[in-house]
C-alpha cells in the first residue's frame, strides 16, 4: 500500500486513477478499477438524464464496495441543468468523488459538494489553470501532459514539465496524466511531486474494458509514433491512432479545411475504433505511453503490478543513494 494525501483523502489503496473516459467507462470496469484498490471514475457524459446516472451508480455499488468516482465535463455546449441534477444524485448516493474537467472551473459545485462530503479533483492542461482551481475550492488537480490521448491542452507542454511547475504554485494533491502506463512513471510522477496520477490509454488493454478487441490488440503491436495529431488548425486538437481516416483529416488541414468542412470527419470516424474495432477506417483517441503496452491483462494484474514494481524501483534507488 502507498500513502499519499490522495489515497488518504478518497480511501483508496494506490494512488492511481482511471480518468473518466466516455463510453468506456461504465460499472464494471469501474468496479474493477476500484476493487485493485485504485480510484475508478464513472463518465457521467453518455447519460441522458439523472436517473439513468443513478442507476449506473447503484449498479457499480453492487460489483464493489470500494470508492469510486464521477467525471462531470464542463464545457460551454454542455448542459448545466443536467449536470446540477448529476450533482444532486451523486450526493445522495453517497459517492466518494468528483472528477471535473473543460473549459470552466469547477467553482459552481464547490459547496454542495463540500456539503455532501464529496471530494473534488479537477482536471487541467495549464499551470494558471490548477491554480485557479485550488482558489475555487477543489480538493485535488489533475495536470496532464501533452502525451496524453484525445483532447489536448493548448499548450504542448510535457507531463514531467508541468507536473513540478503545478506542485510550485498549489498546496493541494496533485495528480500526474499523460504518459503513464507502468511503474516507471508512477514513481516518476511521485518523484516529481505528486501524490497520484491519472491513466487512461493503458487501462484501455485490459481484460475488463469495454472497447472493442482489435483495438486493444492494435494497442499491443503500436508504437508511440503510430499516433497523428489532429484538429490543431481549427483548435480542436487531439491525439489519435494513424490511420487512413485521420490521413484523410491531417490532408484537408493541411490544405486549410474550415471547421465546417472537418467536423463531419471527426463526427463520422470517432466512434468506430473503440465500439467496432475499425483500426483503419475510424479515429480513436490513444496517448503515446501506447508504446509500453505489450499485453492483455485483467485491471488487478495491472495494478499490482505497478505496485510491486515501484517498490522495486524504490529499492533500487536507494540502492544508488550514499549510506552517509
Known amino acids: 500500500m502507498f500513502k499519499t494525501r490522495l489515497t488518504e483523502?478518497?480511501?483508496i489503496e494506490c494512488p492511481i486513477v482511471a480518468g473518466g473516459m466516455r463510453d468506456?467507462?461504465?460499472?464494471?470496469?469501474?468496479?474493477?478499477?476500484?476493487?485493485?484498490?485504485?480510484?475508478g471514475i464513472l463518465d457521467s457524459s453518455r447519460f441522458k438524464t439523472a436517473e439513468a446516472l443513478r442507476e449506473e451508480i447503484k449498479k457499480t455499488q453492487s460489483l464493489t464496495d470500494k470508492p469510486f468516482g464521477i467525471n462531470i465535463t464542463l464545457f460551454p455546449w454542455g448542459d448545466a441543468e443536467l449536470n446540477d441534477r448529476f450533482i444532486e444524485v451523486l450526493v445522495e448516493e453517497g459517492v466518494r468523488a468528483v472528477e471535473t474537467s473543460?473549459?470552466?472551473?469547477?467553482?459552481?459545485?464547490?459547496?454542495?459538494?463540500?456539503?455532501?462530503?464529496?471530494?473534488?479533483?479537477?482536471?487541467?492542461?495549464?499551470?494558471?489553470?490548477?491554480?485557479?482551481?485550488?482558489?475555487?475550492?477543489?480538493?485535488?488537480?489533475?495536470?496532464?501532459?501533452?502525451?496524453?490521448?484525445?483532447a489536448l491542452g493548448r499548450e504542448d507542454a510535457t507531463t514531467f514539465t508541468l507536473v513540478p511547475r503545478t506542485v510550485d504554485e498549489v498546496k493541494i494533491p496533485v495528480l500526474a496524466g499523460g504518459g503513464i502506463g507502468d511503474a516507471r512513471g508512477l514513481v516518476a510522477a511521485l518523484a516529481l511531486g505528486a501524490e497520484g496520477v491519472v491513466m487512461g490509454t493503458r487501462l484501455l488493454?485490459?481484460?475488463?474494458?469495454?472497447?472493442?478487441?482489435?483495438?486493444?490488440?492494435?494497442?499491443?503491436?503500436?508504437?508511440?509514433?503510430?499516433?497523428?495529431?489532429?484538429?490543431?488548425?481549427v483548435g480542436r486538437k487531439s491525439r489519435v491512432i494513424r490511420n487512413k481516416a485521420t490521413a484523410e483529416i491531417m490532408e484537408l488541414e493541411a490544405k486549410g479545411a474550415s471547421g465546417d468542412e472537418l467536423l463531419p470527419l471527426f463526427e463520422r470516424s470517432a466512434p468506430s475504433v473503440m465500439q467496432d474495432g475499425d483500426v483503419v477506417d475510424g479515429r480513436g483517441?490513444?496517448?503515446?505511453?501506447?508504446?509500453?503496452?505489450?499485453?492483455?491483462?485483467?485491471?488487478?494484474?495491472?495494478?499490482?503490478?505497478?505496485?510491486e514494481e515501484a517498490f522495486a524501483l524504490r529499492k533500487r534507488l536507494d540502492g544508488m543513494l550514499p549510506t552517509s
Open 102 to 150: 473543460g473549459f470552466r472551473g469547477p467553482g459552481e459545485f464547490v459547496e454542495r459538494l463540500r456539503n455532501g462530503n464529496v471530494k473534488l479533483i479537477h482536471k487541467v492542461a495549464a499551470v494558471k489553470h490548477a491554480v485557479a482551481a485550488e482558489r475555487e475550492g477543489a480538493d485535488a488537480v489533475t495536470i496532464v501532459g501533452f502525451e496524453q490521448g484525445g
Open 24 to 39: 468506456i467507462s461504465r460499472a464494471e470496469f469501474v468496479a474493477a478499477v476500484s476493487d485493485a484498490g485504485a480510484l
Open 285 to 307: 483517441g490513444c496517448g503515446q505511453v501506447v508504446g509500453l503496452v505489450h499485453g492483455i491483462v485483467s485491471v488487478k494484474e495491472l495494478i499490482n503490478s505497478m505496485v
Open 9 to 11: 483523502m478518497l480511501g
Open 205 to 233: 488493454a485490459t481484460k475488463e474494458c469495454m472497447v472493442h478487441p482489435a483495438f486493444k490488440e492494435w494497442m499491443v503491436q503500436a508504437k508511440e509514433t503510430d499516433l497523428a495529431i489532429i484538429g490543431r488548425s
